[in-house]
């Protein structure tokens, strides 16, 4: 079945430093990506959709300069958190639309602490 | 008003108990999902539905278009569905996603 690999899987960083976080379709192409972020014992939100070869599009109170997504290839979509500050420590997960009977496969999540 | 609702919140079961986890909305959708995270964060397709029912194994995924209420039931519990299941809502433009239903079932 399709896919979708997600790095890495956990990160630890400095407030200030800046974190990029992989989705790459291992065996489809992801023409769209969808973004969520999650905090503890909290659902799933949605960030952002980065579609391949365009700026993607922000959910309303997701700041673009500080989460930046870029989808250069059909296989390969990255969030890089810009100076993170201790209050971006979540769970970031990707998933991708991949045709199949489930329609949407997702990536394996990034837990990010910034200390 | 939360778009979705899921009940119950929290579920503990005996081993091989039967399970229903149920999620009303309030919106129009084009497709329900039902996903499964486990304790690690890791998130699993389930069932993509529109109409109908789907089974695959021991789960069954029913929703009711007109009532706006998705029902998943699991059949003959095992500790290792022990999981988080989350309800979540495709309009067409956007996404909605339940608080989840946290499952623990006992051996």
């Known amino acids: 079945g399709a896919v979708v690999s997600q790095h890495p899987s956990w990160v630890i960083c400095k407030s200030g430093t800046s974190v990029k976080i992989e989705c790459r379709s291992l065996d489809f192409q992801a023409t769209t990506m969808f973004w969520y972020r999650q905090f503890p014992k909290q659902s799933l939100m949605l960030m952002a959709t980065s579609n391949e070869g365009s700026k993607a599009t922000y959910e309303q109170g997701v700041e673009k300069d500080k989460f930046l997504i870029n989808h250069a290839s059909l296989t390969l979509s990255t969030l890089t958190v810009t100076s993170a500050h201790p209050e971006d420590s979540s769970f970031y997960i990707c998933?991708?639309?991949?045709?199949?009977?489930?329609?949407?496969?997702f990536g394996s999540g990034t837990r990010l602490t910034v200390v | 008003k939360n778009e979705v609702e899921q009940s119950p919140q929290n579920l503990t079961a005996q081993e091989g108990e039967f399970i229903t986890i149920n999620c009303s909305y309030s919106?129009?959708?084009?497709?329900l999902h039902w996903l499964q995270q486990h304790p690690g964060g890791g998130i699993v397709s389930l069932f993509m539905?529109?109409?109908g029912k789907k089974k695959h194994g021991r789960l069954i995924a029913t929703i009711n278009i007109q009532e706006k209420h998705s029902s998943l039931h699991i059949t003959a519990s095992h500790p290792r569905d022990s999981a988080v299941y989350i309800c979540a809502l495709h309009t067409g433009n956007q996404f909605y996603f339940g608080t989840g239903t946290s499952l623990t079932v006992i051996p």
């Open positions: 998933s991708a639309p991949d045709r199949g009977a489930y329609g949407y496969t």
């Open positions: 919106v129009g959708i084009s497709a």
């Open positions: 539905l529109s109409s």
